[in-house]
């Protein structure tokens, strides 16, 4: 099963190098077959260059694009959603929030459990926060406790971009309507509205290292808002007319 790994990547040519470097030489080290896929958000900084570099002399499975616009967290993302090659696609950060060893974990509990998707999670037994501002811990709590209230679900970390889906699931929960941070709700929660079975496994974050997040929380409630509103919309208005679709059994011919 190759591995696409889509990140989305704005001013952070600091950030890159030690990320793409611990994640391919992971999956390297486990043997996974995959390709890193960097979507370059027009950046106004070297990214550009870092990416050549490294695609050039020292990371052969980086493939990277440039989104000329409309830009955003959720723009960038969708363009590497559109564009990767694998049979199962995980959203990373640039900025070395992620540990490359828990996107291993969620690969092998995919093939383990043939789920459509492995979400990750920071505050169950097993996850772990290093760093986390204490005010953005606080929202972010808050804001997921309204999502399970609302969707009526268990999983307590939907804000959580960190997720691993298989080619068909990101398929079937298209369209996508986010076009910033909010696309790490309307993902998730698509994929639980519409079917899709997902398993979730614990994960760390780390707070970054260099240059600032690209959140800005002032601007995103009412977006976050949106999304919600309309998976629930869908939940009990759609009729079922966007679930996941049985498999067709192919009908076998016999020779007499």
Known sequence: MKLSVV???YNEE????????????TLAKHGIPHEICVTNDNSKDGTLKVLQDLAATEIPTLVYYTNPGPNGFGYAVRY?????????????MAD???????LVKFYYKMLETNADAVFGSRWGKGGKVIDYPPLKKFINRIANFIVKMVMGIKYNDT???????????IEGIKPFLAPHFNLTVELPLKAIVRGYTFEVVPNSWTNRKYGESK????EMGSRY??????CLIEKYFSRGDFR???????AQTVSR
């Not at 600091?14 to 030489?25: D, F, I």
């Not at 959140?215 to 002032?218: D, P, Q, T, V």
């Open 96 to 102: 070395m929030s992620d540990d490359p060893e828990d």
């Open 7 to 9: 990140i989305p990547a």
């Open 244 to 250: 996941k679709k049985p498999a067709t059994p192919v």
């Open 80 to 92: 590497g959603l559109e564009r990767f090659t694998g049979d199962c696609v995980a959203v990373f």
């Open 225 to 230: 808002f949106f999304i919600l509103m309309y």
């Open 159 to 169: 804000t959580n971009a960190f997720k691993l889906y298989k080619r068909e699931t």
């Open 14 to 25: 600091e950030s890159l190098p030690p990320t793409l470097r611990a994640l391919y030489q």
């Open 215 to 218: 959140l800005k929380i002032k």
